[in-house]
């Protein structure tokens, strides 16, 4: 079946690092992918999305590129904030499937300043 | 637009004890998801139900948990009898279309079960 698998954290990384979230997916068809940002206290909320190989999906200075041939959706940012510091989920869809959300079990990243 | 609305936002109880978690949906989203969060499992769908009927309930743990959906603006999720293991934090979220429609979540209820 399908899953998502992103690197463990917690992250920790001082103010103006780059950031990178890995994140690998496995899927039979061709599936729809996402990132979703939980900050503290809060609930999830959809930070980027790409439908289709190739698309880079891009919000608040993170981006992340669908890559087919290595089935990656790694997360970047080239200059984190201390407001970035929340957890990261990775998740997919696959509607060809018609299948639900798979999240993956979320990356905390703490940002120091 | 309001958002999701859980209620309550913290509910303690004890063992064995009828636990009611309430959500209102976005309006105008025709989809409503359950999910429970806990540091071991991560971020599990309960059911979710479109235009008011459940579609999957596959990730109910079992018969103590049930969800309704009388209408388009109120969904509920009841645990009888609650028992330790169900402390956790339940998120409601909805979407206009699914899987594609951004889901929307609500700010989560955390249940301690004594």
């Known amino acids: 079946g399908n899953s998502v698998t992103q690197m463990e954290g917690p992250v920790t990384l001082s103010e103006e690092a780059f950031l990178t979230i890995n994140c690998t997916y496995t899927?039979?068809?061709?599936?729809?992918l996402f990132w979703y940002v939980q900050y503290p206290g809060e609930g999830l909320q959809l930070l980027l999305k790409a439908t289709k190989a190739d698309d880079k999906g891009s919000n608040k200075g993170f981006e992340a590129t669908y890559r087919k041939e290595t089935t990656s959706f790694h997360l970047e940012k080239g200059s984190v904030q201390v407001s970035d510091s929340a957890v990261y989920f990775c998740?997919?869809?696959?509607?060809?499937?018609?299948?639900?959300?798979?999240f993956g079990k979320g990356t905390r990243l703490h940002i120091l300043p | 637009d309001a958002g999701v609305i859980q209620s309550p936002r913290h509910e303690v109880t004890e063992m064995g004890q009828e636990v009611t978690l309430r959500c209102k949906p976005i309006?105008?989203?025709?989809?409503l998801f359950w999910y429970r969060q806990t540091m071991m499992r991560g971020l599990e769908l309960l059911i979710y139900f479109n235009n008011n009927v459940p579609i999957d309930d596959s990730g109910m743990p079992e018969d103590r948990f049930s969800a309704k959906m009388p209408n388009a603006s109120f969904s509920t999720l009841k645990i009888q009898p609650s028992e330790p293991r169900d402390s956790a934090v339940y998120f409601c979220a909805s979407s206009r279309g699914y899987p594609l429609g951004t889901q929307y979540f609500g700010p989560g209820t955390r249940l301690t079960v004594l």
């Open positions: 309006s105008g989203h025709d989809y």
């Open positions: 899927a039979t068809g061709y599936p729809s």
């Open positions: 998740a997919l869809s696959d509607q060809d499937r018609d299948d639900k959300i798979i």
